[in-house]
Each structure stands twice: as structure tokens, then as C-alpha cells.
């Protein structure tokens, strides 16, 4: 018989969360409108960074989400209705997406018809590289990640109905081919909204690499939001010290395989030091630029390997937690250092919008993300994988 699972204590506190990322969305995004009207410029600048930060949240969940299915294991049980509400909100981050539209000719100088007329590169490429087959593609990519997210969901909620044991196998046979897809269209996707910034150059690795790294900022989101619930049932119940600790050794995994990535993409390209596409680490390594750059690699590899070396630090809840906080805040920087320097010549120069529409972008993230949590129970009641678990306490 299925054990009953305890009345979630969580509720109060998501939806304090909740409302707290609301109210500091709606200011956030009241002072970006306020920018917009002083400086469209920047605030494009600014929001498309937001953006593309945030909107990883949700790319990166329905990644997770897919991978697990496929795999299976158990720390994909504990984590699986957070990965389930992020990615329930990709109608959300659309409509996230759509000032970026209006600001297209201001972030991308492909849609800038004189431009295209006196660049002969960009001419060749505007087969692709053009406003409607770019919002066309865009419809279709959210169009695809929220059909995904929609069939996994639907399967999810008929499983705590229904205990059909079948739906495990389904929804495995489901991911395998859609993690795919996901893949093939997630890369396209940042091929079109950030490689495209830069027309003229190119990396057949940067798609795959973006994409590692939304995941790896996913993940850091998704524990440090698993330790805060974990503290009150149902999740108490059955969170144990291992989960953590194979929670950590995925994040690990995923920040060796991010920094791999980048690494390969750099010594290609610096070796092959072609015109066409060495001046991409030009405008990243000069300008103010390059000191963000070595703190990346320090920061953003070199200290959370050395941590999540340690088993210590992965089965302790709130010492992972703290190691989750800081990636989320690295990877920030690390989309900001992708980012800006192709729609700012000048050098690093941050601008007080740089830091309100993360915000306010962040802010409507959360909220909607914090409405979907509190909806579904915080455990699938049905899955037989749930109950494997043995019950343990967790180091806090």
C-alpha cells in the first residue's frame, strides 16, 4: 500500500516567497521602465542579459527534467516538482521575451537594413539572419519547450492520481528523443538570441556550452531551494544526506563539464587566431573586460571544483546550499561577461540598469515560478522510486 504522504508545511513560506519576488519584480521592472524611456539603449542592453539569465532557469529545468526521466535515480525524485513549476512558466518567460523584439535593430546589427547593405558577410547570412525567420523560430522554440513541459506535467499529475506504474516507462520513452530535440533546439536558440549579437563570427561549440551552463545554474537554483523545503515535510520525510550528496556531485560534474566547454572553445579558437573569430576574446579580455574574465575562471571553476571536491561540503545541506547561492550569483556575472561586450565597444561600463532588470526580470521569474510550487504537492505521492528511499536525517 502507498504510504500517505504528510500536508505540506511549506506552503506559508512559498507563498511569502512568493510574494516578496512579486513586489521586487514589479519595482525592478517600474525602474527599467522608467530607464526605457531615458535610455532605450541601454535598457535593451540590460534586458536582454536579464533575460537570457532567467529564461536559463526554465531551459535548464526541462534539461534536468528530461535527463531524469531518462536515467532515472533517486535524486531526480526530490528534485522533480521544482524542476515541473520552472518549467510550467515557459508561457511566462515568452512573454518575457517579447521586448526584446521591439529592441531588435538596437541589440542586433543584422536587423539593421543599412547595415546589411553595406556588409557583405551579414548578406550572406540573412537567409537566416533576418526579423521574421528569427520571431518565427523563437515562437517555435518556446512552442516546443512547452509542449515538453506540458506532457510530463499532464503524465506527472495522472501518476498521483492514478499510481499507474506504467507512467514511468512512458515518460522515460517520452524524454529519450526529446532530450534530443531539447538539446538541438536550446542550442539554436542562443545561437540566434547571443552568438547572433557578433555576425560576423561564429563557434560551433557556443550553443552546446550556453546551454551546459543554464543547466549548471538550474541546478545551483533548484538545491539551494531543495535545502530551505527540506527543513519542513513532506520533504523532511524524505530528503536524506545522500540525495545531497548525488545533488552535489551532479552540480560538480556539470561545473567540470561548463568549464571544459569554455576552455575548448578559447584554445581553438586563440590557436587557430583567425580574423574572423579571435576578436570575439578581444573585446572579453580588454576594455575592463579581462579581469572578469580571470575571475570566472577562479570563481566560477577553480573554487567551487575545490569545495565540491569534498564529500563534506556536499553532505552538508547548508554548506552545499551556500556553494548553490554563490554559483547563482557567478553565473550572472558569466552571462553578463558573454553579453555586454558585443553591444558595448566602449569597455566595461556597468550601468545601474545592468542591476535592475535582473530584478525585475528575476523578480516575475520567482513569482510565477513560487505560484506554480505551491499548487502541486512538493513530492510525486506515486512514484514508486519515492519510497525506495530510506528515511535519514539531513546535516543542516
Not at 133 to 152: D, M, N, Q
Request: glycine share 6%; hydrophobic share 55%.
Amino acid at each position: 500500500m502507498t504510504p500517505a504522504i504528510p500536508a505540506d508545511e511549506n506552503y506559508s513560506l512559498i507563498d511569502t516567497l512568493q510574494r516578496r519576488s512579486l513586489i521586487a519584480g514589479a519595482i525592478g521592472l517600474l525602474i527599467c521602465v522608467i530607464g526605457a524611456v531615458r535610455d532605450p539603449s541601454q535598457f535593451f542592453r540590460s534586458y536582454l542579459f536579464a533575460f537570457l539569465f532567467w529564461s536559463g532557469m526554465s531551459c535548464g529545468a526541462l534539461g534536468i527534467l528530461l535527463l531524469h526521466h531518462v536515467v532515472g535515480g533517486r535524486w531526480g525524485v526530490v528534485i522533480r516538482r521544482l524542476l515541473e513549476a520552472a518549467v510550467r512558466i515557459f508561457p511566462v518567460v515568452a512573454i518575457l521575451f517579447l521586448p526584446i523584439l521591439f529592441g531588435l535593430q538596437t541589440l542586433y546589427p543584422w536587423a539593421v537594413p543599412e547595415i546589411v547593405k553595406a556588409d557583405a558577410n551579414i548578406q550572406h547570412k540573412a537567409a537566416y539572419l533576418n526579423v521574421p525567420f528569427f520571431i518565427a523560430r523563437a515562437v517555435f522554440y518556446f512552442a516546443i519547450f512547452t509542449a515538453f513541459g506540458f506532457v510530463l506535467n499532464r503524465w506527472s499529475m495522472q501518476q498521483d492520481r492514478t499510481a499507474d506504474p506504467k507512467l514511468v516507462d512512458r515518460m522515460r520513452s517520452f524524454s529519450a528523443p526529446a532530450l534530443l530535440v531539447f538539446v538541438f533546439t536550446g542550442t539554436f536558440a542562443f545561437i540566434d538570441w547571443i552568438m547572433s549579437l557578433d555576425p560576423h563570427w561564429f563557434s560551433t561549440i557556443y550553443g552546446v556550452m550556453f546551454l551546459v551552463g543554464q543547466v549548471l545554474e538550474t541546478f545551483a537554483l533548484v538545491i539551494a531551494a531543495v535545502v530551505v523545503l527540506s527543513r519542513r515535510k513532506p520533504l523532511a520525510d524524505v530528503m536524506t544526506k545522500q540525495h545531497f550528496h548525488d545533488l552535489g556531485n551532479l552540480l560538480f560534474a556539470f561545473t567540470i563539464l561548463w568549464a571544459y566547454l569554455s576552455f575548448s572553445q578559447f584554445l581553438i579558437i586563440w590557436a587557430g587566431n583567425l580574423p574572423e573569430e579571435i576578436p570575439w576574446y578581444l573585446k572579453r579580455l580588454s576594455g575592463g573586460w579581462g579581469w572578469i574574465a580571470v575571475s570566472l575562471v577562479v570563481f566560477h571553476f577553480a573554487l567551487p571544483f575545490l569545495l565540491l571536491l569534498q564529500t563534506g561540503v556536499k553532505k552538508r545541506a547548508d554548506l552545499l546550499m551556500k556553494v548553490c547561492l554563490w554559483m547563482i550569483f557567478i553565473r550572472l556575472v558569466d552571462v553578463y561577461w558573454v553579453v555586454e561586450p558585443s553591444l558595448n565597444p566602449k569597455g566595461f561600463i556597468f550601468h545601474w540598469m545592468d542591476l535592475a532588470t535582473p530584478v525585475g526580470v528575476g523578480g516575475i521569474w520567482l513569482g510565477a515560478f513560487f505560484w506554480q510550487l505551491k499548487n502541486r504537492p512538493l513530492v510525486p505521492i506515486n512514484d514508486p522510486r519515492l519510497y525506495e528511499i530510506p528515511k535519514a536525517t539531513v546535516t543542516q
